[in-house]
């Protein structure tokens, strides 16, 4: 499995995003150490998606500063937050937003393609990753043709077919029944544990977030409570 050596760590200072009179984070600060598994939650509103997409580089706060390793990721021009999350970052989205167009190996292999690798080696790496999460035959099939927790496990895969430094999953099991949700959450805490990666998960489960090491919770646009999962409660959700 291809590690990346730059391990980073991601910080947040002073957060603040408003949208109109809403505002969705008032003053987060995170540290977040490289290769941990953290689920974000809190009720409707609370701002859990905008602190994720901020972290990710998706949006500018409008005060407050995120960085990733010695990188100030606020502080990047648009194409440099691009870049950044083509190059180090991968994203596991509530329904899986993969090409309907494209196989299910293309898809894996897109990423790659757009950092210029080789159309062979992309594909070479994505059947090994399809093999990997036990989707030798899927290879071929589009997303239509597939089940939705099949699908997410090739989302799974085209996230860490790059290995990036911070995987990014936003309701990754919201359209996925609780046994299926299990699995998901199973596939993608062990791969971005084996690939040194870290996984932040933006979640309305109890369930899901005990997969985690740690649980920050957002309640008014603040950080409400920030805990480290307790080992009864990870076997528990298993």
């Not at 997409?53 to 100030?72: K, S």
């Not at 990047?76 to 180090?88: N, W």
């Not at 292999?109 to 062979?120: D, I, N, T, V």
């Not at 997303?143 to 911070?166: K, L, N, T, Y």
């Amino acid at each position: 499995m291809n590690q990346h050596t730059h391990s980073q760590d991601l910080r947040a200072r002073g957060l603040s995003k408003s949208f109109g009179h809403v505002r969705a984070l008032a003053g987060v600060d995170t540290d977040i150490p490289a290769g941990q598994s953290v689920a974000v939650m809190g009720p409707s509103g609370s701002g859990k998606s905008t602190l994720l997409h901020c972290l990710a580089g998706i949006l500018l706060p409008d005060n407050g500063e995120v960085r990733l390793g010695e990188t100030i990721v606020s502080g990047l021009p648009d194409a440099g937050r691009s870049a950044l999350r083509r190059e180090q970052l991968g994203f596991v989205f509530q329904d899986g937003q993969l090409l309907p167009e494209l196989p299910a190996r293309e898809n894996v292999a897109l990423p790659l393609m757009l950092l210029g690798a080789g159309r062979s080696r992309a594909l070479s790496e994505a059947d090994a990753w399809l093999e990997r999460l036990h989707l030798t035959d899927m290879g071929r099939r589009r997303p239509g043709e597939m089940s939705g927790g099949q699908a997410q496990r090739v989302a799974i895969a085209r996230a860490m077919v790059h290995a990036p430094a911070v995987v990014f999953a936003d309701e990754p099991t919201g359209s996925l029944d609780q046994a299926t949700g299990h699995e998901v959450m199973q596939i993608l805490t062990t791969t971005t544990r084996m690939a040194g990666a870290t996984l932040i998960v933006v979640t309305h489960d109890g369930q899901v977030a005990s997969w985690c090491h740690r649980l920050i919770e957002l309640r008014d646009a603040m950080v409400h409570a920030d805990d480290l999962v307790t080992a009864d409660a990870r076997s528990a959700a298993r």
